[in-house]
């Protein structure tokens, strides 16, 4: 029984979807992180620009990024839980 | 030179002959009269032609008999075979009609016009048309004055069918009169010379009034005072016919290839009936002289006796051409040819890549960006902005300030060429690449880049619609609707800027996913637009149709703007494939969007 469940384990782990799903997770986290740096930078403009129209377009790119990183946490959260789920 | 020379020609003989005989005044006064008529009547049919004759023309033109029957009515109807030639070629152009149907029609006008004769010969000549054509022309001129489009069509067919009948009425008395002072009649021809010389005189006659319709009201009134013998009638008649075919080929200039062809067909078919018909001119009125025994026309009822002629030959056409009509569309296809038009082809997507996987999806990716390049110019162009300030550091609001001049180029062609015709490539190439293997995220991106074609061609026909009311602003001195048109020219120029630049720094992750930015941007102008929109209409400066325009071309503006950063962001990021993949997902929709200009500034920005 044991040797069974440790074979559909590693058929798991060796399943094309499961690497897929894998890469998907490594790119979204690769993304994230980039766009994170972004924010990042784009937050140190903001306290350093004094100019009023300056200042609302870099808010409003920052605001894109918010969202975007949100959504994006959302989806590797959900991925996350996918691939915890499969290796119980 | 001629036509230098020729209209005044035709003035000094007109004013020599008003000079020396009021008899000519009252004749020449109703061909002008009946032609203002025919015009009108032109005028009335159009006001139906948008919608009601369209229907009615696919539904009966997919068949000879039909198109047939469809040219018959219609011209008896319209009693004007020129104007229904020219609809028809220009549904030919349209597209509405293939080329069999529409030389099917051309056959039916051709015996359909005879009803006029028929008419005129019967019915006009006997009774005071005048009487009919008072009422007709009160009537008419009062729904002329309506507003709405179909009271206004009927009014003006209505005129158009008064001054027609006044028209004849006028040629008619010219004729009564001129008989009792001169003998026209001494001029009559016998034998073949005068049969040719009747003939080209005919021709001429209507070649110079555009309607055979006008010559052969002009015969019948001239034959009923006996001013023409019969048999020069006959002649002039059979001249008309030919001569009619001018106003097709006039009308078949501007027209697709398949246009050039019907008024090909239109002109052979009248050729050789009219040679047909000179042919066996004598033959012909013996058979006349026999039918007209035979259904009660009387012996010197010579003007119902040309109407015979008249349906017999063109008949007699219609008999000999109809087994050839196949042979003569082919003829036709096969020597009127179309110029070869220079489509831009594909430089990318070599035959043989389809079946190696990564170089065909680079392929698609590269022709794909060429076309958004080539996309980009001819919006540059629609704008009337030059191409240059894409690649400058310009401010664009100084440049389109600037760009007052309207660029002329035929975005239409241009669009036709260059980027349908090798979308249409992308298309085909893409499909011919999925053969081979299904599914995976090659056809994932495949297909993302297909869209992102799409959205490219969309921008252009956004930008093509805009275009129709930016040009038109832009030779008016409306400075307030000028001022709004630049602010949707400065937007779409920001975005195709904004996504140069994104793209040049696309080797890091964030740069297409920047683009989000210019949806935020886009959403937030164009709001600002529709704003402002309603405060010029408050304060006066524009009025609403001006205003309903404005309103419908920021909307073309927006979807342009979306378009092109739709594509952006698919074609413009560089990374690896799995990255671009999840980078898309993270693009945001129209939806949250919108929810993120609901949302404070500082909440989100945390």
């Known amino acids: ?36 740096v972004e924010k990042r930078r784009l937050q140190a403009e903001l306290a350093a620009e004094t100019d009023e129209d300056a200042r609302h377009e870099i808010a409003s790119r920052l605001k894109v990024i918010s969202k975007q990183r949100k959504k994006g946490l959302t989806v590797l959260e959900e991925l996350k839980s996918e691939r915890d789920k499969r290796s119980h | 030179m001629l036509r230098k020379t020729f209209l005044p020609a035709i003035f000094v003989l007109l004013a020599y002959g008003f000079a020396v005989s009021a008899d000519f005044k009252t004749i020449t006064a109703g061909i002008a009269i009946f032609l203002f008529g025919m015009l009108a009547l032109e005028e009335g049919f159009k006001a139906f032609t948008a919608g009601g004759l369209e229907k009615i023309l696919r539904a009966s033109t997919n068949k000879l008999w039909k198109s047939m029957t469809f040219g018959i009515v219609t011209t008896s109807v319209m009693q004007s075979s020129s104007l229904v030639s020219v609809v028809t070629i220009s549904f030919l152009s349209a597209g509405l009609l293939d080329l069999m149907s529409g030389v099917g029609i051309i056959f039916g006008a051709n015996l359909g016009t005879t009803t006029g004769a028929w008419l ?40 158009g069918l008064g001054f027609l009948f006044l028209g004849i009425q006028f040629m008619k008395d010219g004729f009564d009169s001129i008989g009792q002072t001169i003998d026209l009649a001494q001029y009559t021809m016998t034998g073949y010379p005068g049969v040719l010389a009747f003939a080209g005189i005919g021709v001429a006659a209507t070649v110079i009034m555009q309607s055979s319709h006008a010559t052969l009201i ?115 296809e096969k020597t009127i040819v179309a110029d070869e038009i220079e489509i831009e082809r594909p430089l990318y997507l070599s035959a043989g890549l389809e079946d190696i996987r990564d170089a065909a999806l680079e392929a698609v990716r590269k022709e794909s960006i060429r076309l958004y390049d080539l996309a980009a110019g001819v919006i540059m162009d629609g704008l009337s902005v030059s191409r240059d300030v894409l690649e400058s550091e310009e401010k664009v609001k100084r440049v389109v300030k600037q760009s007052t001049d309207i660029i002329d180029e035929d975005i239409d062609d241009l669009y036709e060429r260059k980027l349908k015709a090798l979308y249409g490539a992308i298309v085909e190439y893409i499909v011919h690449s999925r053969g081979g293997y299904s599914g995976g995220r090659l056809n994932e991106e495949l297909n993302a880049i297909r869209q992102a074609g799409q959205h490219v061609i969309e921008a252009v ?85 001006t205003a309903t325009s404005l309103m419908n071309d920021i909307s073309y503006c927006r979807e342009t703007c ?43 920005a945390r």
Do not use: C
């Open chain 2, 120 to 159: 005129v010969a019967g019915f006009g000549l006997k009774v005071n048309l005048a009487a009919y054509a008072m009422p007709m022309l009160v009537f008419g001129i009062i729904l002329v004055f309506q507003p709405t489009k179909n009271l206004k069509g009927t009014g003006y067919v209505l005129a």
């Open chain 2, 562 to 604: 979306w378009d092109l950063v739709e594509a952006g962001t698919v074609l413009f990021s560089a990374s690896g494939l799995d990255e671009t993949v999840a980078m898309r997902s993270l693009a945001l929709g129209e939806d949250e969007i919108a929810e993120m200009m609901e949302s404070p500034d500082e909440e989100a």
């Open chain 2, 461 to 545: 026909k956004g930008v093509k619609h805009l275009r129709k009311n930016l040009t038109r602003f832009m030779q008016s001195d409306d400075r307030f609707t000028m001022k709004e048109y630049n602010r949707l020219r400065r937007l779409i120029i920001t975005v195709l800027r904004e996504i140069d630049t994104a793209r040049k720094s696309a080797s890091e992750s964030k740069s297409v996913l920047s683009l989000d930015h210019l949806k935020l941007e886009i959403e937030e102008k164009t709001r600002d637009f529709g704003k402002g929109l309603d405060d010029l209409i408050r304060k006066e400066r524009i009025d609403v149709q």
């Open chain 1, 1 to 36: 029984m044991k040797a069974e469940k440790m074979l559909n384990k590693l058929k798991d782990i060796l399943s094309a979807e499961r690497q897929a799903q894998l890469e998907k997770y490594e790119s979204l986290k690769k993304v994230l992180k980039a766009l994170r």
């Open chain 2, 218 to 332: 002009l015969i019948l009134a001239a034959l009923a005072s006996q001013q023409i013998s019969y048999e020069n009638a006959l002649a002039l008649a059979i001249g008309s016919n030919v001569g009619t075919t001018v106003t097709a080929i006039i009308g078949s200039f501007g027209s697709s290839i398949d246009g050039k062809r019907l008024a090909m067909a239109h002109l052979v078919f009248n050729i050789v009936t009219g040679l047909l018909a000179i042919g066996g001119i004598y033959q012909l009125m013996i058979a006349v002289e026999w039918l007209s025994r035979h259904v009660g026309i009387a012996a010197d009822n010579y003007t119902l006796q040309l109407a015979v002629f008249h349906t017999l030959f063109n008949l007699l056409g219609v008999i000999v051409m109809l087994p050839l009509m196949r042979s003569l569309v082919k003829f036709l």
